[in-house]
């Protein structure tokens, strides 16, 4: 990196803490955490994460509206709005036991909700930037990242950081667990996947391919896959067990926002800027499907415990439920955002 771009760095990062403090200072009167039994029906801004329940009865969603809405899949139906966070909402996962939904935002928080109740039980705090993803490991710990370059894990036990992971460069935009929690992968703004022992901190294996940001990470249901996906316009499958880049998925017109693996590992959908979301067969890297609805950029994606759904959402405001075998839409949630607005 040049010292020009060097700078650069520095003042969008100057920037990006300047206008999380102002954020936090807008909302820190009103901030809250409700449930709401008649809640208006979706985000009213871009949707930045969905994600299903363990057992498959609830999704939430999250946006830049400030809220984190539940919904009834089956029925499509909004069931509750968590608010609490102080701006954007920008990721969510639900622990493993389908007890708690974590969540992250442009307040530098994380924060715990009971995911039956909606009631909001914990502010984890550390983070000096946007937390821009978290994930739970299979044990139950807590991973988080941002835009302080920083990969925190946390014990929802006590809401105490265990462990600060530091090692890549610039802001850090994923991060997941494998199936056994024994390895745990980011990636962000220096264009590598980095994989790391959750227990030392140490970190393993770099993954270096794409010639930009990486967005984008999962794992294989399996563990033996590890797919990535980012501003390059590319999805990158690679083994990690070595390291080794075993094949290159390109069909995207522009950047990949995200990838999702079907339960059974046979199918990888992956979606982006050019406002599709894609289906490809892990047997022999082909597409077989593009899924077209959403009228703007496509920012999450989420399979159903059963993979018999996959939730899509985005720039548009609305969240998608598609039937990934047929290859059809089955609803819509939300409204979507008239175009000029």
């Given amino acids: 990196m ?19 403090q102002l ?26 994460a969905v994600v299903f329940s363990p057992d498959g009865n609830t999704l939430a969603s999250a946006g830049n509206d400030g809220t984190v809405r539940l919904w009834d899949p089956a029925t499509g139906a909004q069931t509750a709005i968590l608010e609490g966070h102080a701006g954007r909402v920008r990721a969510a996962s639900f622990s493993p036991d389908g007890i708690t939904l974590a969540t992250g935002g442009d307040d530098g928080t994380v924060r715990l909700w009971d995911a039956a109740t909606g009631r909001h039980t914990a502010v984890l705090e550390g983070h000096a930037g946007r937390v821009r993803s ?7 710990a807590l991973a988080s990242a941002g835009g302080d370059g920083k990969v925190r894990l946390w014990d929802i036990r006590d809401g105490e950081c265990m462990t600060a992971i530091e090692g890549q460069q610039g802001r850090v935009r994923a991060v997941v667990f494998s199936p056994d929690g024994a390895t745990l992968a980011s990636a962000g703004g220096d264009g590598t996947v980095r994989l790391w022992d959750p227990d030392s901190g140490a970190c393993t294996t770099v993954l270096e391919g794409h010639t930009s940001w990486v967005r984008a990470i999962a794992f294989s249901p399996d563990g033996a896959t590890l797919a990535s996906a980012g501003d390059d316009g ?103 955002r008239l175009s000029g607005l």
């Fill in 2 to 20: 040049s010292p020009s771009d060097g700078s650069m760095e520095e003042r969008l990062a100057a920037l990006e803490q300047r206008v999380t």
């Fill in 23 to 48: 954020e936090a200072d807008r909302y820190q009167a009103g901030a809250r955490a409700t449930v709401d039994a008649t809640p208006a029906q979706g985000h009213t801004a871009v949707v930045r």
């Fill in 134 to 140: 978290v994930a739970f490991s299979p044990q139950g």
């Fill in 234 to 336: 590319t999805v990158r499958l690679w083994d990690p067990a070595d390291g080794a880049q075993r094949s290159i998925l390109e069909a995207h017109a522009d950047w990949v926002s995200s990838v999702a693996f079907s339960p059974d590992r046979d199918v990888l959908a992956s979606a982006g800027e050019d406002k599709t979301v894609r289906l490809w067969d892990m047997s022999n890297g082909r597409q077989i499907a593009i899924l077209v609805a959403h009228t703007d950029s496509v920012w999450a994606l989420g399979f159903s415990p059963d993979g018999r759904q996959l939730a899509s959402a985005g720039e548009d405001t609305t969240v998608r439920l598609w039937n990934p075998a047929a290859g059809h839409l089955e609803r819509t949630l939300g409204r979507e």
